[in-house]
């Protein structure tokens, strides 16, 4: 009996499934998934690399028995860009290397044969025992560390989550920043590495209970997830995790001071940063006093000024003046996981930050700059108290969820072009549309009025080589006729 597929499981299938089929159709067998029957009214399918597998619980499907087969992904995603909301599709079984494929479109039936392939080659996935636990609160504790592991092929034990069960903690580092979640029920029962894979990190396993196993075999771990619509497999990576707690700075570190950064503040600093900062190392001047806490660029223009923002809201009690650099997008990073209480220090010692409304900490090293402090702090604190017209004019981004509800600054002003002094001039943004809009109509007819002309003198030009060819041949007619009349 045929396989009923929905719009609704195609989409959810194919949302799932293409972050775990490989990208590279070196094996073709691995483009494929596994249609096999599962328990009551189960049809599970299957999608699969060497590292991870995939199942998706297909329900509401009386087939019985049949023999399992292999379907194309390709073909899967045609099927579900190809049907419409209320639409089916159906398929199977096999016959003869051959899948049945139908789908009912308006209440029309459109059917063909879809090769296949044997199923001997295909990965299997290995029997897990489960226990029911927290799902919800594992991946938000995976996701929150795994935007800082590394992405170095080289160092595969850092390339995961590492779930620390003396500590109950989770940890994520690249070697340059580290994040620590502290979690109150840690779902394994040993020390594991976890991969950083789309399956994870993505939203697929949304669930707030699910079951959660492992398996050693030969000192490697498997990880099983199982939820109602999906079942997950991942192969974490051997070695032993690093003794990460040797980075993290104790509570008698000697730190020159506290900096709060406000979440209005936090638009305010996304924008300044691609202003700020260059392609080539992405690092800005942190710059923090008992009255000011601002960014500047670390390129001086022409002109002997800085690219500079003031955050306005935030604030910072300091025991010393601090002036150093900083990578823009890891501070980026640490503000969007809600790291926004910095202890930081100049000498390059590590930067330990908290926030209120994540447990845990986040561990970040700043840089080494040329740069005098005593031309940056009266630069800055001049900015702060006298606020000069066009200072600190940046536009900010739209207003993301976790800066929602929170009272943001208004600029007026649409995001301008890059100016690495930030000194921008506020202006009508209608009226700078209407006048881009303009320039461009005069552009178009320009460049129509140069194309009509040169169309013209293509046009005389060949009509002058088609007369020089006309009197060319009436030459040669008179000097024929004048060669008979003379009778050569």
């Avoid at 850092?158 to 840690?186: P, S, W």
């Avoid at 066009?390 to 536009?395: L, Q, Y």
Wanted: with cysteine; aromatic share 6%.
């Amino acid at each position: 009996m045929p396989i009923t597929l929905t719009r609704s499981d195609l989409k959810t299938m194919v949302s799932g499934f293409k972050k775990v089929i490989p990208r590279k159709k070196t094996l073709p067998v691995l483009q494929h998934v596994l249609v096999r029957p599962g328990q009551d009214d189960i049809v599970e399918i299957v999608a699969a690399n060497f590292q991870e597998i995939l199942v998706y619980n297909l329900m509401g499907q009386d087939v019985g028995e049949f023999v399992p087969f292999l379907f194309p992904f390709a073909e899967l995603k045609t099927l579900e860009s190809g049907i419409r909301k209320n639409d089916t599709a159906v398929i199977g079984p096999e016959q003869d290397n051959l899948v049945p494929v139908a789908a009912v479109v308006s209440g029309e039936s459109i059917s063909r044969n879809v090769p296949t392939t044997d199923t001997a080659d295909f990965p299997r996935e290995k029997q897990i025992p489960t226990t029911m636990r927290k799902l919800g609160t594992f991946l938000a504790a995976y996701r929150k560390a795994a935007p800082f592991v590394s992405t170095d092929e080289t160092r595969h034990v850092l390339n995961g989550v590492f779930f620390h069960y003396d500590e109950k903690a989770v940890v994520g580092t690249d070697g340059r920043r580290l994040t620590r979640i502290d979690m109150q029920d840690c779902p394994f029962d040993r020390d594991i590495i976890v991969p950083a894979t789309g399956v994870l990190k993505n939203g697929v396993l949304e669930s707030d209970l699910g079951g959660i196993g492992v398996l050693t075999e030969d000192e490697a771990n498997t990880v099983e997830i199982d939820t109602a619509v999906w079942r997950y497999q991942v192969i974490c990576p051997e070695g032993v995790y690093p003794n990460y707690q040797h980075v993290v700075p104790g509570d008698n570190a000697d730190f020159d001071g506290t900096v709060t950064i406000h979440p209005g503040d936090i638009p305010l600093i996304k924008a300044a940063l691609t202003q700020l900062t260059s392609d080539q190392d992405g690092v800005v001047v942190f710059c923090a006093t008992d009255s000011v806490v601002a960014l500047l660029s670390t390129r001086v223009c022409e002109d002997g000024h800085r690219g500079q923002v003031v955050l306005p809201n935030s604030t910072a009690e300091m025991e010393r003046t601090v002036v150093t650099g900083i990578n823009g997008q890891f501070l980026r990073e640490c503000l969007d996981t809600g790291f926004n209480r910095i202890r930081v220090t100049g000498d390059r010692s590590p930067w330990l930050c908290h926030g209120d409304d994540v447990n845990g900490i986040h561990v970040m090293m700043p840089f080494a700059l040329e740069c005098n402090p005593e031309e940056i702090v009266p630069l800055v604190d001049k900015s702060a108290t006298h606020e000069p017209e066009g200072e600190n004019n940046v536009s900010y981004p739209e207003t993301d969820e976790k800066t929602e509800g929170v009272e943001q600054p208004q600029p007026g002003t649409e995001p301008a072009e890059h100016n690495p002094d930030l000194r921008m001039v506020e202006s009508d943004p209608v009226q700078v549309l209407v006048d881009a809009v303009t320039a461009a109509q005069d552009a178009v007819k320009q460049a129509n009025s140069a194309l009509h002309g040169i169309k013209s003198k293509l046009k005389a030009v060949e009509k002058h080589y088609r007369a020089q060819e006309k009197d060319a041949a009436n030459a040669r007619k008179i000097l024929d006729n004048l060669k008979q009349a003379a009778g050569f």
